[in-house]
């Protein structure tokens, strides 16, 4: 396996018109969950993955295991739980930043969340080049935890370590969670984190340089920044003499989306860094990837969307900075070839 991703899946209901939850009359099903999300976008973009996880013995995780397995994703390590539940979603149609934005989790007592180091194959879960975790699994429960401390353990010959640290305030009911995930962060090899994110969780106000700072272990962190775009630091020593400052070792601008929905953006920019990773291309290219990824997301409305094709993908992140600059991308970029899409640019 190229890479194997371990977490909660659950069942995702889209409203059919914006409103709040009360007034919304219909919904329409979907997949969603951090992990399977980027296990999903590996696999259209050519790799073989494996989700690992556990559902409930009914109709949804049914759904969800045929779904994701549909996506060319190895689930044949996912459990069936006959006494717990699959957990589900509801969320309105407005961008999640927005305070009118609303989500009703089902998730409390999920199969999911009986996860342990006894409960999975840990020779499965272990059995790629790169593990994606994040930390939305360790905050569903102690057995949880105790699973996402096992897998970052250093260990003999163990994965790659992917981990978006995906603070989820709402799911810790006590005030370690924080100090939890930045232990967890220290034990992984690739660690994303948004700079809003590292603020709120943290109290870490002073920018990527800060983070890194605070998370100096970690081989590679990229520090993602919205609008502006993301940075990423690697374990690359600084020469003699040089003072300890950390500075970044690649920076690439976000992109011109014309935004449908944001739900899903940040796993996708997961995805693409990671594939551009796996590919051993340079970091600021990882970077682009991951981006371009993103905004193949940005602009489709539910969590997943089918990347850009590789040879598109690749053109587009070879462009030079201001023709990088110049892109705006829409609903439906992903379908035009690279020419089309370099001409729809903006001046």
């Given amino acids: 396996m190229d890479v ?3 977490g909660e899946s659950m069942v995702t209901f889209l409203p059919s018109r914006p409103g709040r939850l009360a007034d919304v009359p219909a919904f329409h099903r979907s997949i ?3 992990e399977s999300n980027v296990a999903c976008a590996l696999a259209a973009a050519g790799h073989t993955t ?13 759904h969800l295991v045929e779904a994701i397995g549909g996506y060319g994703v190895d689930v044949s390590h996912v459990r069936r739980d006959p006494d717990r539940p699959t957990g589900v979603y509801f969320r309105t149609a407005g961008d999640r930043a927005d305070d009118a934005h609303e989500v009703a989790y089902y998730r409390a007592g999920s199969a999911a969340s009986a996860m342990s180091p006894t409960s999975v194959d840990l020779d499965a879960v272990r059995a790629g080049r790169v593990l994606h975790l994040s930390g939305i699994t360790a905050a569903l429960s102690p057995d949880c935890l105790a699973l996402m401390r096992e897998l970052t353990a250093p260990r003999p010959g163990r994965p790659l370590i992917s981990f978006d640290v995906n603070h989820r305030p709402g799911l810790w009911g006590e005030a370690y969670g924080p100090e939890v995930l930045l232990d967890l962060a220290r034990g992984a090899d690739i660690v994303f984190v948004g700079e809003d994110e590292a603020e709120e969780a943290w109290g870490l106000t002073g920018g990527p340089t800060v983070i890194r700072e605070a998370l ?3 081989h590679t962190l990229v520090v993602k920044q919205g609008a502006k775009g993301a940075v990423a630091f690697d374990g690359t020593p600084q020469s003699p003499g040089c003072d300890n400052t950390p500075r970044p070792a690649a ?3 976000a992109l011109n989306v014309d935004v449908v929905a944001t739900t899903g953006a ?3 920019f997961a995805a693409g860094f990671l594939s551009a990773t796996l590919r051993d291309l340079p970091l600021k290219t990882r970077l682009r990837h991951g981006h371009l990824t993103a905004a193949a997301t940005l602009t489709a409305p539910g969590d997943l969307a089918p990347p850009p094709a590789r040879p598109l993908a690749d053109r ?3 462009l030079d900075d201001p023709a990088w600059g110049r892109l705006r991308l829409g609903p439906g970029w992903t379908d035009a070839d690279a020419e089309a899409v370099e001409e729809a640019r903006t001046p």
């Fill in 4 to 6: 194997v991703a371990l």
């Fill in 216 to 218: 100096p272990e970690p």
């Fill in 32 to 34: 969603g969950g951090a």
């Fill in 316 to 318: 587009l992140a070879a």
């Fill in 50 to 62: 494996r989700w690992v996880s556990r559902v409930g013995a009914d109709g949804f995780g049914d």
């Fill in 251 to 253: 920076t690439a601008p």
């Fill in 266 to 268: 940040g796993d996708a």
